[in-house]
């Protein structure tokens, strides 16, 4: 597609479920990250991928979170146990690298109840 | 380590009027510099990016900015404000050569009004 897709747009689950957040990034970009914006807060850097480099996970807030992407492809955030704290909006961003800037999907909003 | 304020969670201005959204920025090394927009609902769309060169860079929608490093500045300017232009506005940073994460600053809610 032409731009970075999340999928749910909307997530409302259960303290306590696991949640799974899907990123489809633009073809060809190499980079891929994922955000958490709280409500009224900045972005909050959470994990990075670049080609079939290991991840760099050190935004990751608990063990409770991971993330995996196969090759240049898919990515798929998961959040197991979630609490309430975890509810925010995750946003995921693709780059072709080097510095040319990202491009943000429209992001994934999670309310635990 | 690299961090990103932005003066003021809220700016108000009135349709004609000129835009200043402020941003510092500290950075052990050279900086690359980009401004964000997000209007609500959406997600985050690229306004412009300094990089290397020129240090006005201007960008979509009439927005430009001016790298200026004795001031470890990167300040947001549009001449006349639109409603249109009624969003959130974020200023990031990353390390130059290297193709790491940005930070983000907090962000600056701008409103426009009639």
């Known amino acids: 597609g032409a731009g970075v897709s999340q999928s749910p747009s909307n997530k409302v689950t259960e303290k306590g479920k696991d949640v799974e957040l899907r990123c489809d990034p633009i073809?060809?970009?190499?980079?891929l990250y994922w955000y958490r914006q709280r409500l009224g807060q900045g972005l909050e850097f959470l994990i990075y991928?670049?080609?079939?480099?290991?991840?760099?996970k050190s935004g990751l807030p608990s063990d409770r979170f991971s993330a995996e992407r196969t090759g240049e492809s898919v990515s798929t955030l998961t959040i197991q146990r979630t609490q309430q704290e975890d509810s925010a909006v995750y946003l995921c961003?693709?780059?072709?690298?080097?510095?040319?800037?990202?491009?943000f999907g429209s992001g994934t909003r999670l309310t635990v109840v | 380590a690299q961090s990103v304020t932005q003066l003021g969670s809220h700016v108000s201005v009135s349709e004609g009027a000129l835009v200043l959204l402020r941003c510092n920025y500290s950075?052990?090394?050279?900086?690359?510099l980009f401004w964000y927009v997000q209007y609500p609902n959406q997600g985050l769309q690229l306004l412009l990016k300094?990089?290397?060169?020129?240090?006005l860079v201007k960008g979509i929608n009439g927005f430009e900015a001016e790298f200026k490093k004795s001031e470890t500045s990167f300040h947001l300017t549009k001449p006349s404000a639109h409603m249109s232009d009624a969003a959130e506005y974020f200023c990031?940073?990353?390390?130059?050569?290297?193709?790491?994460?940005?930070?983000f600053g907090s962000g600056t809610q701008l409103t426009v009004l009639p």
């Open positions: 300094y990089t290397t060169g020129a240090t």
């Open positions: 990031a940073v990353s390390r130059s050569g290297s193709a790491r994460q940005l930070t």
């Open positions: 991928f670049q080609g079939n480099s290991a991840p760099d």
């Open positions: 073809s060809g970009h190499t980079a």
């Open positions: 961003a693709s780059s072709p690298g080097g510095q040319s800037g990202y491009t």
């Open positions: 950075s052990s090394v050279p900086p690359y």
